[in-house]
């Protein structure tokens, strides 16, 4: 039996992004794309992808510092050891991250998705998501052969209001929203 020597995560999903080195300890700013920021934390085992190489990284300790979340590395001792690893994304595997309540999704899940209006039109395909800080906005591909020739369209995710189904299954979103809008 082969003992696996560069362990990866199965699925892995963006969480976050390592920052420039803080100090000359081989701490390093955090960016978490978590909707708290501390929450990226919770998820592990982290990994990176260099130069198409998987690498776990484990954390040895974390912080607030002002307004800044800042992480310190087993093994990144000093600043240029930690400077390697400025814009690295953070992955972990999707396993990690929690299970939902039934109206409530994760980016990924909706990305791909069809987009329908209640009375049937085809809007598209999600393509990726927004944040506007009022609320998230579906950024829709819409189909070539478009009626209102219409390429790109943003509708806002406002559960209730305009989203009015979500069906992972059946990968479909059906929306009350004006096609040629």
């Not at 979340?69 to 000093?78: A, C, E, S």
Request: proline share 4%; hydrophobic share 40%; glycine share 8%.
């Amino acid at each position: 039996m082969s003992k696996q020597t560069n362990p990866q995560p199965s699925n892995p999903i963006v969480v976050g992004k390592l920052g420039s080195a803080y100090g000359i300890r081989g701490w390093l700013r955090v960016f978490s794309s978590t909707e708290y920021a501390e929450n990226i934390f919770e998820y592990q085992p982290w990994f990176i992808n260099r130069s198409g190489q998987w690498q776990h990284i484990e954390i040895e300790a974390w912080k607030n510092h002002n307004q800044d979340v800042i992480v310190k590395l087993i093994g990144f001792d000093d600043r240029d050891a930690a400077n390697v690893l400025t814009n690295c994304e953070i992955y972990v595997d999707t396993t990690q991250l929690p299970v939902l309540d039934g109206d409530e999704f994760y980016w990924k899940d909706l990305i791909g998705c069809h987009v329908i209006t209640v009375e049937g039109y085809d809007l598209g395909i999600v393509d990726d998501m927004m944040e506007t800080g009022s609320n998230d906005v579906l950024v829709i591909k819409a189909n070539l052969k478009d009626a209102f020739g219409i390429k790109e369209r943003l509708v806002p995710y406002l559960d209730g209001q305009v989203i009015k189904k979500v069906d992972l299954n059946t990968k479909i979103i059906e929306v009350d929203w004006d096609p040629g809008f």
